[in-house]
């Protein structure tokens, strides 16, 4: 039975009333992502595409003719990964890397046809994985939760670059 609010009444019930603490914030945000990108991944099979590579067109849609450094460390992933990742995208048709116009010492990498008119495929299965993962929220759930992910992701990342410098001394 729900308890009764100020005004007498009794508030529904929410689904979930599990007290939550901090040491549910790492597994939860864990296997959320984990779902998010699984079901991710399987919207964007239709297109060919598999799990990394949205990011590498959306970020290249962005900024066209990045270096393969460049894209790794904008998605933060290693060198060696973003090397594998754009050879596979390569082979599939969806990018090219070409030798820089300034410094030939560089190669960039570049959307093909096929790259450029994957982008609204990815951003249609993005959107439906969206709604799917915020089904039942609020606009202002959505805008909180939103807010405290980036929020989240700032102190980690203030944290890595942290321990990177001390790493260096």
């Known amino acids: 039975m729900g308890k009764k609010h100020k005004d007498g009444k009794k508030r529904k019930k929410k689904k979930d009333q599990t007290e939550y603490t901090l040491v549910d914030l790492s597994p939860a945000l864990t296997q959320a992502a984990r779902s998010m990108r699984t079901v991710l991944s399987r919207n964007l099979l239709e297109s060919g595409l598999y799990a990394g590579q949205d990011g590498v067109i959306l970020s290249l849609a962005e900024s066209d003719g990045m270096t393969a450094g460049g894209l790794a460390q904008k998605l933060g992933v290693k060198a060696p990964t973003m090397t ?7 082979a599939q048709g969806f990018v090219e890397r070409k030798p820089d116009a300034e410094d030939a010492r ?45 929020a989240i992701d700032a102190n980690l990342q203030a944290e890595a670059i942290h321990v990177d410098e001390d790493e260096e001394d």
């Not at 594998?84 to 390569?90: A, L, Q, S, V």
């Not at 990498?109 to 249609?124: F, N």
């Open 106 to 150: 560089l190669t960039k990498v570049y959307l093909t046809e096929l790259g450029r008119g994957s982008v609204q495929a990815i951003e249609l299965a993005a959107s439906s994985c969206d709604k799917l993962a915020t089904l039942d929220f609020s606009e202002k759930e959505i805008r909180n939760l939103v807010r405290l992910l980036k």
């Open 84 to 90: 594998r990742t754009i050879g596979r995208m390569e």
